[in-house]
Nanobody, 116 residues
Protein backbone atom coordinates (compact mmCIF):
# COMPACT_ATOMS: atom_id res chain seq x y z
CA UNK A 1 0.00 0.00 0.00
CA UNK A 2 1.05 3.56 -0.76
CA UNK A 3 -0.40 6.68 0.76
CA UNK A 4 -0.21 9.89 -1.25
CA UNK A 5 -0.89 13.26 0.36
CA UNK A 6 -1.25 16.27 -1.92
CA UNK A 7 -1.07 19.94 -1.07
CA UNK A 8 -0.78 23.29 -2.78
CA UNK A 9 -3.95 23.75 -4.79
CA UNK A 10 -6.07 26.88 -4.72
CA UNK A 11 -7.44 29.83 -6.64
CA UNK A 12 -5.10 31.84 -8.84
CA UNK A 13 -5.52 34.48 -11.52
CA UNK A 14 -4.63 33.76 -15.15
CA UNK A 15 -0.89 34.09 -15.63
CA UNK A 16 -0.21 33.21 -12.02
CA UNK A 17 1.69 30.30 -10.49
CA UNK A 18 1.06 27.46 -8.07
CA UNK A 19 3.23 24.66 -6.72
CA UNK A 20 1.72 21.28 -5.91
CA UNK A 21 3.38 18.76 -3.62
CA UNK A 22 2.73 15.05 -3.17
CA UNK A 23 4.33 13.10 -0.35
CA UNK A 24 4.34 9.30 -0.57
CA UNK A 25 4.59 6.83 2.27
CA UNK A 26 4.15 3.10 2.65
CA UNK A 27 5.44 0.60 0.07
CA UNK A 28 7.99 2.81 -1.61
CA UNK A 29 8.75 0.14 -4.24
CA UNK A 30 5.41 1.16 -5.74
CA UNK A 31 6.58 4.71 -6.35
CA UNK A 32 9.00 4.03 -9.19
CA UNK A 33 6.92 6.37 -11.34
CA UNK A 34 5.07 9.30 -9.82
CA UNK A 35 2.98 11.79 -11.66
CA UNK A 36 0.30 14.42 -11.70
CA UNK A 37 -3.01 13.92 -13.44
CA UNK A 38 -6.00 16.21 -13.73
CA UNK A 39 -9.69 15.88 -14.33
CA UNK A 40 -11.89 18.77 -15.37
CA UNK A 41 -15.70 18.57 -15.12
CA UNK A 42 -17.10 16.37 -17.86
CA UNK A 43 -13.67 15.25 -19.04
CA UNK A 44 -11.53 12.18 -18.57
CA UNK A 45 -8.59 12.16 -16.22
CA UNK A 46 -5.39 12.93 -18.12
CA UNK A 47 -1.67 12.82 -17.47
CA UNK A 48 -0.20 16.25 -16.84
CA UNK A 49 3.38 15.24 -16.03
CA UNK A 50 5.17 12.15 -14.78
CA UNK A 51 8.67 11.34 -13.59
CA UNK A 52 10.39 8.02 -13.01
CA UNK A 53 12.91 7.26 -10.29
CA UNK A 54 15.55 7.16 -13.04
CA UNK A 55 14.64 10.67 -14.16
CA UNK A 56 12.54 10.04 -17.27
CA UNK A 57 9.96 12.84 -17.59
CA UNK A 58 6.82 13.09 -19.69
CA UNK A 59 4.62 16.17 -20.10
CA UNK A 60 1.26 16.68 -21.74
CA UNK A 61 1.67 18.90 -24.80
CA UNK A 62 -0.70 21.45 -23.29
CA UNK A 63 1.63 22.17 -20.35
CA UNK A 64 5.07 21.94 -21.95
CA UNK A 65 7.09 25.05 -21.25
CA UNK A 66 4.77 26.13 -18.43
CA UNK A 67 4.83 23.26 -15.91
CA UNK A 68 7.85 21.58 -14.36
CA UNK A 69 7.80 18.28 -12.48
CA UNK A 70 10.53 17.29 -10.05
CA UNK A 71 11.03 14.78 -7.29
CA UNK A 72 13.01 14.53 -4.09
CA UNK A 73 13.78 10.84 -3.77
CA UNK A 74 15.09 11.22 -0.24
CA UNK A 75 11.71 12.62 0.84
CA UNK A 76 9.72 10.50 -1.64
CA UNK A 77 7.96 13.66 -2.70
CA UNK A 78 7.05 14.91 -6.15
CA UNK A 79 6.38 18.53 -7.04
CA UNK A 80 4.60 20.27 -9.87
CA UNK A 81 5.53 23.89 -10.48
CA UNK A 82 2.80 25.48 -12.59
CA UNK A 83 3.51 28.83 -14.22
CA UNK A 84 1.56 30.95 -16.70
CA UNK A 85 -1.66 29.29 -15.61
CA UNK A 86 -4.66 29.46 -17.91
CA UNK A 87 -8.38 29.06 -17.19
CA UNK A 88 -8.27 25.74 -19.07
CA UNK A 89 -5.87 24.41 -16.43
CA UNK A 90 -8.75 24.46 -13.96
CA UNK A 91 -9.31 20.92 -12.69
CA UNK A 92 -8.87 18.58 -9.77
CA UNK A 93 -5.23 17.53 -9.75
CA UNK A 94 -4.37 14.04 -8.55
CA UNK A 95 -1.05 12.56 -7.61
CA UNK A 96 -0.52 9.00 -8.81
CA UNK A 97 2.21 6.44 -8.29
CA UNK A 98 3.04 2.97 -9.48
CA UNK A 99 5.73 0.48 -10.40
CA UNK A 100 5.39 1.51 -14.03
CA UNK A 101 3.71 4.25 -16.06
CA UNK A 102 0.07 4.02 -15.13
CA UNK A 103 -0.71 4.58 -11.46
CA UNK A 104 -1.58 1.87 -8.99
CA UNK A 105 -2.32 4.39 -6.25
CA UNK A 106 -3.99 7.80 -6.16
CA UNK A 107 -4.08 10.74 -3.81
CA UNK A 108 -7.31 12.40 -2.76
CA UNK A 109 -6.98 15.25 -5.25
CA UNK A 110 -6.53 19.00 -4.89
CA UNK A 111 -8.57 21.65 -6.67
CA UNK A 112 -6.82 24.16 -8.90
CA UNK A 113 -8.96 27.02 -10.14
CA UNK A 114 -7.63 29.63 -12.56
CA UNK A 115 -9.99 32.57 -12.75
CA UNK A 116 -10.02 36.33 -12.59
Amino acid sequence: QVQLVESGGGLVQPGGSLRLSCAASGSIWSTSVMGWYRQAPGKQRELVAGISRGGTINYADSVKGRFTISRDSAKNTVYLQMNSLKPEDTAVYYCGSGKNWGPDYWGQGTQVTVSS
